[in-house]
């Protein structure tokens, strides 16, 4: 997939996509570099995030590997199987509005090439498989709200104005 017009069509065709080697050898280099120095000090996970996966939240606060790829527009040994839910669900929506989108970064080769950004709807329901490898795995994860542009095939939720939100170029 090259251009966003495709991205929208196969997010709204499947509800994810992936776009392959987004991130080039140095910025993978870099990220891998920085984001290990984070994740050798960061804590085990416990209960849904999984007793053998470290997490390094709000990212984009503490390392600036990862900023190039956050504004591009267009898990450990071990660790069981995550178990299937979907992003929205953290929020008293109704199931069928669009409103999240989430992008996975693949700095290793997990489920999809190292460099490859998967991006997918926040109503798909998903979960990370088993690391079934004997290192480290790395990725990165953002999820935000859509902006309203993007999703414009599902209708507002009740009550929403969208005369002042901003369409993004």
């Given amino acids: 997939m090259t251009g966003p017009a495709e991205i929208l ?3 709204e065709r499947s509800g994810d996509a992936v776009l392959p080697r987004r991130m ?12 290990g120095a984070l994740m050798a000090t960061a804590g ?3 209960g849904f995030d999984g007793t053998r996966t470290k997490r ?8 600036r590997c ?15 199987a995550q178990a299937l839910h979907y992003e ?16 996975i970064w ?14 997918f709807s926040g109503r798909l329901y998903h979960g990370a498989g088993a690391n079934t490898t004997t290192r480290p795995r790395f990725a990165c994860c953002r999820s935000g709200f859509r902006s309203y542009s993007a999703s414009t095939s599902h209708p507002p939720i009740s009550g929403s104005s969208t005369a002042s939100i901003p369409v993004n170029g």
Avoid at 88 to 103: C, E, K, N, S
């Fill in 9 to 11: 069509q196969e997010l």
């Fill in 24 to 35: 080039d050898d140095k910025d993978l280099a870099a990220a891998r570099e920085e984001l």
């Fill in 44 to 46: 085990w996970g416990s």
């Fill in 56 to 63: 390094v939240w709000a990212l984009l606060a503490r390392t």
């Fill in 66 to 80: 990862m900023d190039r790829v956050a504004l591009d527009r267009l898990v450990l040994p071990g660790q069981g």
């Fill in 88 to 103: 929205q669900g953290i929020y008293p929506l109704p199931r069928d509005r669009d409103v999240m989108l989430t992008a």
């Fill in 106 to 119: 693949a700095l290793d080769d997990v489920e999809m090439p190292a460099g490859s950004v998967l991006l």
